[in-house]
């Protein structure tokens, strides 16, 4: 199937590693240029030169509120156009509900919610231009099913959800789709490091990585305003 993604540019932030990196390289295996950014300059270049396509990796954290814009400027600058947008950021530390503070809450907004509408709104002059735009945001599972130890992630995440399936159906008319990717226990160094592989299912980053591209390609067309679980079946919940 051609996902009609030749040519097209991509911005996928936080793509150095994980289900970041494997989203930019099925959207580059699919022919599309990518620009890359994460924080660690090394990482993110050994990543920029694995990608079957062109790549331009930009050092940037996505937290500072100057980075969406110099991103998307980046990706004009480069390659001449922005198409599709990865939204992804690390998640916040582990807390319960009734333990946070001020401070833990502030900083999971701003890495986990006004990182992503940063980023979606930078993007969307060249996508409105084109007349032709995919936008993803990598959120969590957590978004139908709190996790009671991630109460910071789930403050957050659910909080992008209800904002991104309020400015879907305000982009639909104009070619522009806006989902959510919300992955389970999928087997990233952060999964691995957190203990967190031997508690159920844990997915392919690589499959993980074509969903994505899926969500951001010529079919999916019709596909707007949805928060597709990919979990394993993990996720309890009907909605």
């Known amino acids: 199937m051609d996902l009609g993604l ?27 240029k990518v ?6 300059r090394a990482a993110l270049e050994e990543t920029a030169a694995a990608m079957p396509g062109e790549a331009l990796a930009v050092p940037a954290d996505v ?8 991103l998307a400027e980046a990706a004009v600058d480069r390659f001449g156009g922005l198409h599709v947008l990865v939204a992804n950021a690390g998640g916040p530390p582990p807390a319960r509900a009734l333990e946070v503070d001020d401070q833990a809450l502030q900083a999971a907004l701003q890495a986990n919610l006004l990182s992503s509408i940063r980023l979606v709104q ?3 002059p060249q996508m409105r231009a084109a007349g032709w735009g995919r936008i993803c945001l990598i959120t969590s599972k957590a978004v139908k099913e709190p996790i009671p ?24 008319d104009e070619g522009i ?26 997915g392919d980053p690589a499959d993980f990585g074509k969903v994505v591209c899926f969500l951001c390609s010529a ?17 309890r919940g009907l909605l």
């Open 6 to 32: 030749g040519g097209k540019v991509a911005l996928v932030t936080a793509s150095s590693k994980g289900l970041g990196r494997a989203s930019a390289l099925a959207l580059s295996q699919e022919g599309a």
């Open 122 to 124: 930078a993007a969307l």
């Open 219 to 235: 079919p999916a067309r019709f596909v707007s305003g949805t928060a597709l679980q990919v979990d394993g079946a993990t996720t």
């Open 149 to 172: 130890a991630l109460a910071l992630s789930n403050t957050a995440r659910t909080g992008l959800w209800a904002w991104a399936k309020t400015a879907a159906a305000d982009l639909f």
């Open 63 to 70: 937290t500072d509120p100057a980075t969406p814009r110099r």
């Open 35 to 40: 620009v890359l950014c994460a924080r660690d």
């Open 177 to 202: 789709t806006l989902n959510l990717a919300c992955p389970g226990t999928h087997d990233t160094d952060r999964a691995r490091q957190a203990g967190m592989l031997g508690d159920g299912p844990v």
